[in-house]
Structure formats: C-alpha cells, structure tokens
T-cell receptor, first 111, second 117 residues
Framework: KQEVTQIPAALSVPEGENLVLNCSFT??????LQWFRQDPGKGLTSLLL?????REQTSGRLNASLDKSSGRSTLYIAASQPGDSATYLC??????????FGRGTSLIVHP | KAGVTQTPRYLIKTRGQQVTLSCSPI?????VSWYQQTPGQGLQFLFE???????NKGNFPGRFSGRQFSNSRSEMNVSTLELGDSALYLC????????????????FGPGTRLTVL
C-alpha cells in the first residue's frame, strides 16, 4: 500500500525566503506526482504535475523535482510572498492508479 | 473556460438521512473523481468515473455510491448518514484518456461541506 509523507508539517518564514517542501512515497512504481495548494476551507489548486518519466517541472517561481528511485519529490518556492501562505499537498498516483495524498505542509509567509 | 463546479456548497443533515452531491467537470473532461477530506484522515479517494463507468474505487463502505451521466456530470450519494461522514467532499476532473501523459492532471472544485448532526 502506497504511503505518502510530507515534511515539515508546518513552516513559518519571513517574506523573500526560498523554500523547499518535501514529499516522500514508499512505492516507486508510480504514474505521476502532482503538487497542489489548498487555501483554508477551499478546494485544491493544481500547481505542477510530474510524469514518472520526468525529473522536474517548473512554473513561475515554483520548481518540482522527482526522484523515483529514492521515493522523493521536492517543491521549491523561490522568493516567497505572503500570498503563498496555504497548505501544500502532494498526490502520488501509483500502480492501482488511485491517488494517495500526503497530509500536507502548512506554510505561513509573514511580511 | 469554466472550472469544476460543485453543488450545493454547504449542507446540513441529520443522522440516518441520505444526501446527493453534484459535480460538473471542466468542459471536455471525461474523468470525475470524488474525495473525502477530514482533519483526522486527510484526503481520501472515494471513486473515479470515466465515460459513465466506475474505473476505480477507494476503501469506503457501500453507503457511498456514485454515478456519471453521458454529459460527464457526476453525482455521489451517501445513504444512512453517520456523524463521521461530516467532511469536505471534493470533486476533481481530468481528461484522463490514457494512464500516462499530461492529460491526467486533476482539477478540483471548491467542495461541498457536509455537516451531519
């Protein structure tokens, strides 16, 4: 059974810092991994989707990498802003094709 | 292009009742997945429908069911509600023509907040 862990569970940083959020998974046989953000009480917003054959994806200030062999993905946020405050979730779609979500990293960026 | 829409946004029911939630996917998307989100269990997969057929099912009791219509709109039903069914129910859509490729990116709706009293 696929298990997904996100570290740290919570993070509070001053504006302008570069951040790294981690996502680890136990079964490396995956189709893809997707990063989301969720604002309180809202749905999820897709950030980046990495296929199993890819090593990284970039969108604006966000960069996500994937290392299947070690069962890890990282989300890099450059020059963080208060508007980046949210919970960040990763979801791994494995062999059963059922997505497994981590519990998320709650990020606060203060001015 | 309109995003995923879910109705209703908020719902209050009592134990033993049943409830039906609705999801309209992004135009052209044929796959609709449902999730339950609670503080205790996080986000858990309920089921996925593709072209009116259930393609995957999570580990939930038979009280949870769903269906998909020919226009890709989907409904999920929960019968005999329990207090533990209180949660945010999220719907996601994707093109999902094949199991590989960018068409599997999931787009979520705002969710339906269900409270069971």
């Amino acid at each position: 059974k696929q298990e997904v862990t996100q570290i740290p569970a919570a993070l509070s940083v001053p504006e302008g810092e570069n951040l790294v959020l981690n996502c680890s998974f136990t079964d490396s046989a995956i189709y893809n991994l997707q990063w989301f953000r969720q604002d309180p009480g809202k749905g999820l917003t897709s950030l980046l989707l990495i296929q199993s054959s890819q090593r990284e994806q970039t969108s604006g200030r966000l960069n996500a990498s994937l290392d299947k062999s070690s069962g890890r993905s990282t989300l890099y946020i450059a020059a963080s802003q208060p508007g980046d405050s949210a919970t960040y979730l990763c979801a791994v779609r494995g062999g059963s094709y059922i997505p497994t979500f981590g519990r998320g990293t709650s990020l606060i960026v203060h001015p | 292009k309109a995003g995923v829409t879910q109705t209703p946004r908020y719902l209050i029911k009592t134990r033993g009742q049943q409830v039906t939630l609705s999801c309209s996917p992004i135009s052209g998307h044929r796959s609709v997945s449902w999730y339950q989100q609670t503080p205790g269990q996080g986000l858990q997969f309920l089921f996925e429908y593709f072209s009116e057929t259930q393609r995957n099912k999570g580990n939930f009791p038979g009280r949870f069911s769903g269906r998909q219509f020919s226009n890709s709109r989907s409904e999920m039903n929960v019968s005999t509600l329990e207090l533990g069914d209180s949660a945010l129910y999220l719907c996601a859509s994707s093109l999902a023509i094949r199991r590989t490729g960018g068409n599997n990116e999931q787009f979520f709706g705002p969710g339906t907040r269900l409270t069971v009293l």
